[in-house]
């Protein structure tokens, strides 16, 4: 919609309102049903004893389950703490004003109803922005403020309802939510039973799970033209905010439901915390423009402040009388080895900015910028970093031999050479910090211990970026911008880990240099347009590759250190020569048919049933090939239409939903239906997956959950109806009017399956918006 100030001395209103649908999709999943489960469990010998005492124990558990299925239990655990959301999103905004006095002011109400039952995020927020113009003065004020407060689901995480066995019901016989659904015995003497709990219970015991935040954020600005070609902007900031959270579970929660003996009454439990934040900012530029004859000069230069402070606190009590207690003065005592705790953090930085940009006869440009930074988060031997940039670029299109080549409306070459700087890690990671103890005291006096590494060499993770490129326009309506990069990034920040030794698990370092190369590549066609609308297609390719150039003895110690460490997903190396991106595992020669053991390859070749550490290769790279989109949009009459595609092609993808949902299984909860048909079972099967016991042992890195990950996704879906030149608008008061409907990612192909959305379910959002301007 055009930005078009409104008449002098009038007021202009606009409405808009959405209509905001979120709708869960489990269709990434593929759980055991209660038949399929309860046979899975059967050939994983969890009903299978050597002790007559216990088998006929496990037997006659095996036959009460048997009696859930035929009697046709069967629960869908993921469909039960979901719902189809209905969120809604309503602004109001006016502006108006005179030449010397402007004025506008925006009121917001943001409701956003999740697709877990109870779940809800409601925002909301106002502006109001002033600007007076005096002779060649402008001052002008934003005053902004938000206020938000997000509601947990009461039924829990829904990683809880993944695992819930199907042949289980939430209810009893006369229709009561139960809160023990059953219990199994492992096979074993001294067995600890494994109790399963009703997780739809937990809501109806008034959990009360909220977090909120108000936030307020004020700039004020000077503008001073001392010259036609000469401009000064002066702007201070300030943003405060303060926030709360609050987590109360009653003493009936299940997370409490093996709180016996002295510990039943102390059975619930009441977190909270809360905090502020404030941040400071100001800045000063100025800009110069101007044209000597075929001559154009601009010239900006900008100095900046910025400090930033925050601070936590918050404190744990237990024990509440009952489920309708639920103030944290009811509570009985503070939770056991428990104290208040808090922390805060102060960041500052300084900037120095300039910029040159030259162009003769709009033929040849350059451009050139300088920045000076320094930052407390920093060595003291290297607070401030140096970065510049120079451009080149040269109007092809202009020169005397292109005005014969009508179809070619804009050729432009272009290359450029800067370095950049980043400091994105923890304010105090560089210096030497100490915190006192809280509960040790030697004669009345309070010790402190150091809590970090100290790295006063510390420094600018800097990046040498390069790049050349060309846009091009011909026939008016074909778009073309094609750019080839080389990044050269020089002391890499990395988090290293440290031995336990040391007393600390990780620091800041610089550890080494990456190289980035690639290209991407952009087109535009407006292939079709008349008085009534247009037709449009656009597609993008993008290629990258990264390799490590250098790295320094500590990394080198720390890879080493990888070769002793047995996870179940790939480890994090960095060796000179590979991609950052790379995935190390273990050579894999598949399930042996005979016992449905995996066949690992060592590094000399030879085979084994024993997995090592020290057999990591690079078996892949996550980084893709070639990614993009392309999609296309049109206009006729008023009705718009667009739709965005993505894709990813060539990367390889290690599927931990396979280790995690298909070998490294806990059988006791629900599995992926993969373990019933796809997992070695008796000698001469030509199976995927090794044999599931009661008791599996762990499956580590191996090439063969690396799979090809080559993905098609439908990103978005839009169109509107544009309201405009009808003449019963000015009758209603109206300048415009437009209805729209969105919606995102309607569908996703790929070569890789897994599930999506396990702590909090994945869905699909519509939304439906009206907006008109009065």
Known sequence: METVEPEKGRLRLTYTGDLNIEAPDLSSYDLCNAAEKLQVELNSGRYTATSPSYAQALREQYNNLLKNVSEGIDTYWLSKPLRTGFGQKHSVYME??????????????????????????????????????????????SLSITSNKAEDSPYGSFSDYVGMNPYYSPYDANGNLQKLLGYYLYPATGSTPVYYYNPLYNASIGTNNFSKYTEYTENFYIEWRALESLRFTARVGYTYQTNTREDFYPGDHTKFATWTGDKYFKRGSYAISDGSSENLSADITANYSNHFGKHMLLANAAWSMNSSTSEKHGMTAWGFLNNHVDHISFAKQYADNGKPSGNEATTRSLGLTGALNYSYDDRYLADFTLRLNGSSVFGSDNRWGTFWSVGLGWNLHKEKFMKEVEFVNLFKLRASYGLTGSQNFNPYQAKATYKFYEDVVYDNIVGSYLMGMANDKLKWQQTAEMNMGFD?????????????????????????????????SSYQENLGNVENKGYDATLSWRFFRNKHGYISANASVGHNVNKITKINDALKAFNEGQDGTATTSPVIRYEEGQSMTAIWAVRSQGIDPVNGQEIFLKKDGTTTYDWSAGDYVVAGDSNPKYHGNFGFSGEYKGIGLSCSFRYLLGGDYYNQTLVNRVENVNIANNVDRRVLHD????????????????????????????????????ASLSCYYDFKNQPWLKQAFMERLRVSFYMNDLFRISTVKTERGLDYPYARNFSFSLSATF
């Open 472 to 504: 091009l326009q011909l026939f008016k309506d074909l778009n073309i911008r094609f750019d080839a990069y080389r990044n050269k990034t020089k002391d890499a920040l990395l988090s290293m880990t440290l031995p336990t030794s040391t007393g600390f």
């Open 679 to 714: 997992t070695w079972q008796n000698i001469g099967d030509v199976a995927t997956f090794k044999r599931i016991t009661s008791r599996p042992n762990e499956t580590h890195p191996t090439t063969r959950f690396i799979e090809k990950n080559n993905e098609l996704q439908f």
């Open 96 to 141: 108006g004003g005179d030449d010397r006095m402007r004025y506008s002011g925006s009121l917001g109400y943001n409701n956003i109803a999740g697709v877990m039952k109870g779940s809800n995020r409601n925002t909301l927020s106002g502006n109001i922005k002033l600007s007076y113009r005096y002779k060649n003065l402008l001052f002008r004020n």
